[in-house]
């Protein structure tokens, strides 16, 4: 008897969980509010409301790359059908994750600027970086081995 092979595609939460999605959107609205309340009491070298505008466009950017990866046709004329849940995974995790970083280090670099800790700024990227590289080798590894059946 053969298996039967389902076409259907799949959605966002059979890629990354709801929790993930949800930290980001609320990630996003507390970053709001963080930055109207820093608008009222700036200090040297904010931006205000440009930087609102910025998140705003990467996260419409990565809304838009998932809606794409998601629904649009696969582009890639190499990429095997099993080859292709595996890419709209990493590419659909890797845009989640990175809404949240990203706001999560402005929200970290915008707290500690006004205490006077501007030294610290080369430690928090290069620890920032580090981070980000070791989560995507991981996830990367991951999902790899996942593809092999192991």
Do not use: W
Not at 16 to 39: D, K, N, R, W
Not at 101 to 112: D, E, H, K, T
Request: glycine share 10%; proline share 3%; net charge positive.
């Amino acid at each position: 008897m053969r298996a039967a092979r389902s076409l259907q595609r799949g959605g966002l939460f059979d890629f990354v969980s709801p929790f993930s999605v949800f930290l980001a959107v609320s990630g996003y609205l507390l970053f709001a509010a963080f930055v109207i309340h820093i608008q009222h009491h700036p200090f040297l070298g904010f931006a205000g409301l440009i930087n609102l505008g910025a998140i705003t466009l990467v996260y419409a950017l990565n809304a838009f790359v998932v809606y794409t990866m998601l629904y649009g046709r696969n582009r890639n004329p190499f990429e095997t059908h099993a080859g292709r849940p595996r890419t709209i995974g990493l590419t659909v995790k890797s845009s989640v994750c990175s809404c949240i970083v990203i706001v999560v280090y402005l929200s970290l670099n915008f707290s500690l600027r006004p205490a006077g800790h501007e030294e610290m700024g080369t430690v928090r990227a290069e620890y920032f970086f580090r981070h980000l590289r070791a989560s995507r080798f991981h996830g990367l590894r991951r999902t790899t081995a996942q593809a092999r059946g192991g």
